[in-house]
C-alpha cells in the first residue's frame, strides 16, 4: 500500500544549523507530496509541495525536491532559527483516480532548535 | 479570510458518553477531510467528504464513529459510547475540490480527552 516513512526524531541543532529531514516514500503512480509543519500548540500549515517528478517546492528557506528514483522528498534548510521548532511531517496524496485524496503522513519529525 | 474552524478546542468527556465535533470549513471548498492524531497512531485519516458524493468511510475505526455533512458545508463527527482510546486530537482538513495537487488546509483541531 501507499505509505511514508520519514526520520525519527527529536533533531536537535543550534541556530544557524543545516537542517535535512529525510522523507521516503511508497505508492502506485505518481502522487502529490507535501511538508506539513505544526508548531507548538497549533495546527497543521502546509509548508511546501511539490507535484511531479523533478520539482522542487520551497517556503520560508525551507525546500524539497521531488525525486521520483529514489521515491525521496527530503526537507532542507541552510541556517535554522529558534522559530523553526516544530514537528514537521511528510505527506502524500494519491494520483487522481486512484482513491479519495486523503493525505497520508509519516509519523512526524520533531524539531527543536537551541540558540 | 476565515479558515478552518473547529469547535470545541477542548472536550473532556465520562466514558461511555457520547460526543459530537464540529468543522467549519473555508466557504468554497468543496473537498471536507476529518483526521485523528494520536500519540501511538500519528494521523490518520477518518472520512472524507467530495460535494454531493457518497463520503468515504473507510479510514473511521468502527461503527461508532460516524460524521455527516449537511448543505455541502459544516460537517460534524460523532463518537458514540466513547472509550479511552478515542482520546486523540480530531483534525478537519478543507481543500478546493479532491484534485490530488491541491493543498489541503487544516483547523486547529479538538483535543479530546476520555475519562
Known amino acids: 500500500g501507499n505509505s511514508v516513512t520519514q526520520m525519527e526524531g527529536p533533531v536537535t541543532l543550534s541556530e544557524e544549523a543545516f537542517l535535512t529531514i529525510n522523507c521516503t516514500y511508497t505508492?502506485?503512480?505518481?502522487?502529490?507530496l507535501f511538508w506539513y509543519v505544526q508548531y507548538p500548540g497549533e495546527g497543521l500549515q502546509l509548508l511546501l509541495k511539490?507535484?511531479?517528478?523533478?520539482d522542487k517546492g520551497s517556503n520560508k528557506g525551507f525546500e524539497a525536491t521531488y525525486r521520483k528514483e529514489t521515491t525521496s522528498f527530503h526537507l532542507e534548510k541552510g541556517s535554522v532559527q529558534v522559530s523553526d521548532s516544530a514537528v514537521y511531517f511528510c505527506a502524500l496524496r494519491f494520483p487522481p483516480g486512484a482513491g479519495s485524496y486523503q493525505l497520508t503522513f509519516g509519523k512526524g519529525t520533531k524539531l527543536s532548535v537551541i540558540p | 479570510g476565515a479558515g478552518v474552524s473547529q469547535s470545541p478546542s477542548n472536550k473532556v468527556t465520562e466514558k461511555g458518553k457520547d460526543v459530537e465535533l464540529r468543522c467549519d470549513p473555508i466557504?468554497?471548498?468543496?473537498?471536507l477531510y476529518w483526521y485523528r492524531q494520536s500519540l501511538g497512531q500519528g494521523l490518520e485519516f477518518l472520512i472524507y467528504f467530495q460535494g454531493n458524493s457518497a463520503p468515504d468511510k473507510s479510514g473511521l475505526p468502527s461503527d461508532r464513529f460516524s460524521a455527516e455533512r449537511t448543505g455541502g458545508s459544516v460537517s460534524t463527527l460523532t463518537i458514540q459510547r466513547t472509550q479511552q482510546e478515542d482520546s486523540a486530537v480530531y483534525l478537519c482538513?478543507?481543500?478546493?475540490?479532491?484534485?490530488?495537487?491541491?493543498?489541503?488546509?487544516f483547523g486547529d483541531g479538538t483535543r479530546l480527552s476520555i475519562l
Open positions: 505508492a502506485t503512480g505518481y502522487p502529490s
Open positions: 466557504s468554497g471548498h468543496t473537498a
Open positions: 511539490a507535484t511531479k517528478a523533478d
Open positions: 482538513a478543507s481543500s478546493l475540490g479532491g484534485v490530488s495537487n491541491q493543498p489541503q488546509h
